[in-house]
C-alpha cells in the first residue's frame, strides 16, 4: 500500500504538555479518521502533517518530502478546525484567491457544483451561515486539487442536510483516489466514511485498523435487559461487567464476556425479560479506549468494580 | 510578483469594504491640515514661497499614520484570524505575503493622500509644476517602506492592544522629532543635532530634495542615507518578531 504520509516517533510538547508522545503513523489512500477524546493531539496531528507545526522529535513525512516545503504544500489541502475565511471577502474571490496558488486547480465551477455553493457565490463569507461557511471552507481546501487533503471535524456543527452534503463531496474525493485524514467526534462520520480507523489517546496510538477490528479488538458487548421498576442496584453486585447504566427499567451492561454476564443474570434470579446481546458499536468501542484521557472521562471498571463505580 | 498583486489586492478590496477603516484615513489628514497646516500655507504664499514646503510634512504625517499604525494593528490583529492560519499552509514563501501587505499599503497610501492634495490645489498656492509630481510623491512612497517595516515589526511583536499604543508612541514621537509638526530649528538645543538621524527626519529631506525643495533644512545631503541603515534594521526587527511569533503561535 502506498504510503502518502509519515510520521515517525513523533512527539510535540507545548510546556509540559506531551500533545503527541513518540507517534509513528502511516497514511495511505482512502479515509482515515482520527479519533479521540478533546486534547488527544488529533488537531496537532493534523498541523504537524501539514506544516503548521514542528515535531518536538522524530520525522514528519508528507508526500515524500518536508511538509513545510512549498512542493509538498501545492499537493495538500485542508481545512482547519476553526472556519478559516475572509469574512469581507465573497465566496467567488476567496476560491478564485486560494486557487491562484496551485500548479493545476480545480475549475471553480466543479466545486461549486460538488459543494452546492452556486447560490452564495456573490456573498461575503462574512454573511453566510455556519453550514455555509464549513462548505466554502472545503471548497477552498479541494480547489488546489490536492493529492492529500486534512480535515479537521469538518461536519461539526452542520445541519443534517448540510452534514450528508459534506460526506458525499469528501467520498467523491476519495474515490477519485484521494488520501483524506479527518478528524472527528462524529462517530457516523467516521463509520460513514473511514476505511481505516486511527485512534489517539494520551498523546498515542492506541487502536490502528479498520473499523471492524477496532469493534472486535476492543471485543467489549453490550447486555441490555429490562427489570421491573425499583429493581435496587445492588441487584447487580455480583454480575461481571465493566459498566452498568440504568435507565427506568432498562438497563445496560457493558461487559468483556456477555456469556459469563448472563450465566450471572440467571445464577442470581435477576429479574429480567427481553434480554438483548450484541458487539458495542464504533462509540463504545472508542470510550472504553480511551478512558480516563483528555476531556471526556469514562471510568472503565477493574475486574471486580466496587457497586458505586460499576452503576451509573 | 503575481502571488504578492494578488495578496495587496485582497487585502485592498477587504480594507474598501470596511469603510469605519477607511473613512477616517481619509478625514484624518484633511482636517489636521486644515486646523495646523493651512495656515503655514498662507504665509509662506506672503514670502513667495510654495506650500509644498507645508503640504510634503503633512503628506509624511498622513503616510506614517497608515504605514506605521494601521499596519502594525492590521498585522497583530491578523494574527488571531484562523484566515491568517490558512493562508501559512499556502504554497507560497511568507516573504511573498509580507511583500503583498507592504504593497497593499503603499497602495492604500495613495488613496489616503487625495483628500489632502485636492486641498492643497485648490486651496494653497503649490508652486510644484506637474512634471515634478510623480517623483515626489514616488519619493513619498518609497520612502515609506522603513516605516512599513516598522509597522510589521510591531504588529508582530505585540498583542493587538499593545501593537496600537506602542504604534502610536513611536509614531508620535518619531513625528515630532523628525520635524514633522514643528521645524527642526525650533527643537530643544540638546536633541537638534540628534534628530537628523532620525528616519522621519531624513524622510522628509529625501522628500524636499528630491524636488529641490530641501533648502530649509540645514542637514548636509548624505544624511538622507541614514533611511538606508533604518531599513535594513526594521527590515532585521520585523524578521525578529515574525520568526519569534512562528516560534510561540506555530512551534
Known amino acids: 500500500m502506498e504510503v502518502i504520509a509519515r510520521l515517525e516517533h513523533v512527539t510535540k510538547t507545548f510546556g509540559k504538555v506531551v500533545a503527541l508522545n513518540a507517534v509513528s503513523l502511516t497514511v495511505s489512500r482512502g479515509v482515515t479518521a482520527v479519533l479521540g477524546p478533546n486534547g488527544a493531539g488529533k488537531s496537532t496531528m493534523i498541523e504537524l502533517l501539514s506544516g503548521l507545526r514542528h515535531p518536538s522529535s522524530g520525522r514528519v513525512e508528507v508526500l515524500g518530502g518536508d511538509p513545510g516545503d512549498i512542493a509538498v504544500k501545492a499537493r495538500i489541502g485542508i481545512t482547519p478546525q476553526r472556519t478559516a475565511l475572509p469574512w469581507r471577502l465573497t465566496v467567488t474571490e476567496t476560491l478564485d484567491l486560494i486557487a491562484a496558488h496551485y500548479p493545476k486547480p480545480l475549475s471553480r465551477d466543479e466545486v461549486v457544483q460538488r459543494l452546492g455553493l452556486e447560490k452564495f457565490l456573490k456573498k461575503r463569507n462574512g454573511t453566510l451561515s455556519g453550514g455555509q461557511r464549513r462548505r466554502v471552507a472545503l471548497g477552498a481546501a479541494l480547489i488546489g486539487n490536492p493529492e492529500l487533503l486534512f480535515l479537521d471535524e469538518p461536519t461539526t456543527g452542520l445541519d443534517a442536510d448540510s452534514r450528508d452534503q459534506l460526506w458525499a463531496a469528501i467520498a467523491e474525493v476519495s474515490a477519485g483516489g484521494r488520501a483524506v485524514l479527518l478528524t472527528t467526534h462524529d462517530m457516523a462520520e467516521a463509520e460513514h466514511l473511514a476505511s481505516r480507523i486511527v485512534v489517539i489517546a494520551d498523546g498515542q496510538v492506541a487502536r490502528d485498523g479498520s473499523l471492524d477490528d477496532v469493534i472486535v479488538e476492543v471485543g467489549l458487548h453490550l447486555v441490555e435487559l429490562e427489570v421491573p421498576a425499583g429493581t435496587s442496584p445492588l441487584t447487580f453486585t455480583t454480575i461481571p461487567a465493566e459498566r452498568i447504566e440504568q435507565l427506568g427499567n432498562r438497563t445496560k451492561i457493558y461487559t468483556a464476556d456477555p456469556d459469563a454476564t448472563v450465566r450471572a443474570l440467571v445464577l442470581d434470579r435477576v429479574p429480567f425479560r427481553g434480554i438483548r446481546v450484541e458487539r458495542v458499536g464504533l462509540e463504545e468501542a472508542i470510550r472504553a479506549i480511551t478512558a480516563g484521557d483528555g476531556d471526556s472521562v469514562v471510568p472503565v471498571s477493574p475486574a471486580v468494580p466496587s457497586l458505586a463505580e460499576r452503576v451509573s | ?251
Request: glycine share 8%; charged share 10%; net charge positive.
Open chain 2, 1 to 251: 510578483m503575481r502571488h504578492v498583486l494578488l495578496h495587496a489586492r485582497a487585502h485592498l478590496r477587504d480594507t474598501s469594504r470596511m469603510p469605519v477603516y477607511w473613512v477616517p484615513a481619509l478625514l484624518f489628514p484633511l482636517v489636521f491640515f486644515g486646523l495646523f497646516g493651512y495656515t503655514n500655507a498662507t504665509s509662506l504664499a506672503k514670502i513667495g514661497l510654495g506650500s509644498e514646503y507645508v503640504i510634503t510634512p503633512f503628506l509624511l504625517f498622513t503616510t506614517l499614520n497608515v504605514t506605521i499604525v494601521s499596519l502594525s494593528a492590521g498585522v497583530a490583529a491578523d494574527r488571531e484570524n484562523p484566515w491568517e492560519q490558512r493562508l501559512r499552509v499556502l504554497p507560497l514563501p511568507a516573504l511573498s505575503r509580507f511583500a503583498g501587505r507592504l504593497l497593499y499599503v503603499l497602495g492604500f497610501n495613495l488613496v489616503s493622500w487625495i483628500p489632502l492634495l485636492l486641498l492643497a490645489v485648490f486651496t494653497t498656492d503649490l508652486q510644484l509644476p506637474p512634471s515634478q509630481w510623480p517623483i515626489w510623491l514616488g519619493a513619498v512612497l518609497l520612502g515609506a517602506i522603513p516605516f512599513g517595516l516598522l509597522g510589521m515589526a510591531i504588529g508582530y511583536r505585540f498583542p493587538p492592544q499593545g501593537a496600537m499604543t506602542v504604534a502610536n508612541i513611536l509614531f508620535m514621537l518619531l513625528a515630532f522629532l523628525g520635524g514633522l509638526f514643528v521645524p527642526v530649528k525650533q527643537l530643544p538645543a540638546a536633541i537638534r543635532d540628534v534628530v537628523v538621524f532620525l528616519p522621519t527626519h531624513e524622510y522628509q529631506h529625501l522628500v524636499l530634495a528630491i524636488i529641490g525643495r530641501a533648502d530649509r533644512i540645514a542637514a548636509p545631503t548624505w544624511t538622507i542615507g541614514v533611511l538606508v541603515a533604518w531599513t535594513v534594521l526594521f527590515a532585521l526587527l520585523a524578521r525578529l518578531a515574525f520568526r519569534r511569533d512562528e516560534g510561540v503561535r506555530y512551534g
